[in-house]
């Protein structure tokens, strides 16, 4: 918010000027002043809440101003509503609240008790008690409460902080002041950032995590005094609180509840927004969705520092130190998120990736799974990112656990993608094996029970290539999806190899690639690879003018790989697919040897032989006798 616009309101006589001119002069100015002060600004100052410009208003009560009034309270962002006696006071609730209400003005207010020199017998704490917070628990609308007197110069400055603050540290989105607790959306937003700070996730902030999270917020350590104080008020008012391993979840709640019954929820709202929560206690979108262009033809992978980011954090919450993440251990990691990314939900996860006997998805599975969803959406990566407390660089923040590939040039030239993560589609025709294909994939047991694949499916894992370089390879089986997908040229853009697939023992399998062909010609420009399924039953005729090798040698193709699920020489097939994604002009078909140019040999050669001429006709002039 770059401006504060403070309304000043009452009844005539309650000293509203003078509190703005001694405010403005630092003095109780004692001549007359004029009705209505032209409008005050007072530019940023380092004690300024936020550093805001504040503009000051004076209004008038009197009838014939009352338009003016109205015009100027709905401009407003605070509201100061001043009172001198009890006249004035009793006003507050019956006209003045009811008025700002009936305009529908939804601002904060506070409540300035003026001319405090006039009642000298009477303490600030008895004036709070007796007047001021009956009326505000009547309206919740306003924020806080001051006691000035502008003839002593009394809490002066005061009034405008408390207003500046009411705007740019609101007391009413975090604490609900009628049943004296946090507001919900408050609670879990500090659970949120209690289990960022949990670095250990042992459930307790101990010493030192408390100073690191002391450090991001506010700049400076806590002493060991000020320790010792958090842990005793914990202990005194927390029910079996228990502080010797640290502060837990339900003591840093209450340290905060504190700070919001006693007037510092500009304390939290520092924390707040320290972890990116905006005024509506939402995360910023701009945390959550950073700029990230991927351009056509590139793709976005995790960097070196997002895969340890996901390592990490696989291995802080593998509790059990069994090599997988069991439901409860992915439901504690996923706790500062809505829970599983919806991509994650529609692919089945975690049975598109490895799991461990138990079911559980592995680091192998983990890792691979984060990278298909970078490949296929980096901004849901990306939020991710920002929920579970990836910290970058300051610059780049969470981008800096992506990176952008370079575009692809023309797949049938020779040369390498530069990139580790492929998409792979994987066609044929119904009951060729594609979907025990998947399964092997992920090293799953062969199930010969057949059920036909409706969604698309989908299985990621890593390929080690030859001379140990390791991508990741996502196979995808399209199901009935499949002519909506084969038909989108961007879908097409995304992938980067077809792997057709034939039952070699049913004679009518393989027809299915060639009327697919024939039905999407576009797919002749996308790599591939034919695969003979099936390939430990007998082998049958196909009932085509051509048999595959035939068909395949026709189009100057490499002919189909015989493979079968129950061989432990799948895993050739896989790396043969990684291999032919990261240099496509080796799936392409291979085009005719052109004869050779010998045109710079012929000049070379010629230039040779009438050198030689020159030397032989120089040599007999010189060896002719002297006549």
């Not at 009034?69 to 006249?87: G, P, Q, T």
């Not at 895969?307 to 090599?323: A, E």
């Amino acid at each position: 918010m770059a401006t504060v616009r403070i309304c000043v309101c009452g009844d005539e006589g309650t000293g509203k000027s003078s509190l703005i001119t001694g405010f403005v002069k630092d003095v109780f100015v004692t001549n007359r002043i004029q009705p209505v002060l032209p409008h005050v600004t007072i530019p940023p100052t380092l004690g300024t809440p936020e550093n805001v410009t504040t503009t000051i208003v004076d209004t008038s009560a009197l009838p014939q101003e009352r338009n003016n009034l109205r015009k100027e309270l709905r401009k407003a962002n605070v509201i100061l509503l001043v009172y001198s006696d009890h006249y004035s006071y009793e006003r507050v609730a019956l006209f003045w609240m009811p008025f700002f209400r009936s305009l529908g003005v939804n601002v904060p207010v506070v409540l300035c008790a003026n001319k405090s020199d006039l009642q000298p017998h009477r303490t600030t704490a008895e004036v709070v008690a007796d007047e001021m917070l009956p009326v505000m628990n009547e309206f919740k609308e306003i924020d806080s409460c001051v006691r000035t007197s502008a003839k002593e110069h009394h809490n002066i400055n005061e009034f405008v902080f408390l207003c500046q603050k009411a705007v740019t540290h609101p007391i009413a989105p975090l604490y609900d002041s009628k049943e004296a607790v946090l507001k919900p959306v408050t609670v879990a937003a500090l659970r949120r950032i209690f289990f960022l700070s949990d670095k250990d996730q042992d459930g307790y902030l101990n010493d030192q995590e408390i100073n690191d999270f002391q450090m991001k917020c506010f700049d400076r350590p806590l002493n060991d005094n000020d320790l010792v104080t958090l842990k005793s008020s914990i202990e005194r008012d927390v029910p079996d609180a228990n502080t010797e391993h640290g502060i837990d979840v339900r003591g840093f709640i209450h340290l905060n509840k504190i700070f919001a019954e006693k007037g510092r929820h500009e304390t939290i709202w520092a924390i707040l927004r320290k972890f990116q929560y905006t005024d509506s206690l939402s995360l910023r979108d701009g945390f959550l969705h950073p700029k990230f262009d991927v351009p056509q033809f590139a793709s976005a992978e995790l960097s070196p520092m997002g895969y340890r980011f996901f390592v990490d954090l696989f291995l802080l919450f593998d509790k059990d130190n069994d090599g997988g993440l069991s439901d409860a251990e992915l439901a504690a990691l996923f706790a500062p998120t809505p829970g599983l990314p919806p991509s994650w939900v529609e692919s089945a996860f975690p049975s598109c990736t490895v799991r461990n006997e138990a079911g559980y998805v592995t680091l192998q599975g983990w890792l691979a799974q984060w990278s298909m969803t970078t490949f296929e959406d980096p901004k849901t990566t990306l939020e991710y990112l920002a929920r579970l407390g990836f910290e970058g660089t300051d610059r780049a923040g969470t981008t800096a656990a992506l990176k952008v590939t370079k575009s692809r040039k023309k797949r049938n030239k020779p040369g390498r993608v530069e990139r580790s993560v492929f998409l792979c589609y994987v066609l044929g025709s119904a009951g060729s094996g594609k979907s025990s294909l998947l399964s092997a994939f992920l090293n799953r047991q062969f199930s010969p029970n057949y059920s036909p694949t409706i969604k698309p499916q989908v299985a990621v894992n890593s390929v080690e290539l030859q001379g140990g370089k390791q991508c990741y390879l996502i196979l995808q089986e399209l199901g009935e999806l499949e002519p909506a997908i084969l038909e989108n040229q961007a879908k097409l853009d995304a992938c980067d190899l077809l792997c057709y697939t034939y039952d070699s023992s049913d004679p009518d399998s393989f027809a299915h690639i060639v009327e697919l062909q024939k039905k999407y010609p576009h797919l002749e420009n996308l790599p591939a690879v034919y695969t003979a399924l099936k390939a430990d039953q007998d082998k049958a005729t196909q009932r085509w003018e051509q048999q595959p090798d035939e068909y395949t040698t026709s189009r100057n193709m490499a002919a189909p790989l015989h493979v079968s699920v129950t061989w432990s020489s799948i895993s050739e097939l896989f790396v043969h697919l990684a291999e032919s994604a990261t240099f496509p002009s080796t799936a392409f078909p291979k085009s005719e040897e052109e004869a050779p140019d010998r045109t710079n040999l012929y000049i070379g050669i010629g230039a040779i032989v009438c050198v030689a001429a020159a030397l032989a006709i120089t040599w007999k002039k010189n060896m002719a006798p002297a006549t």
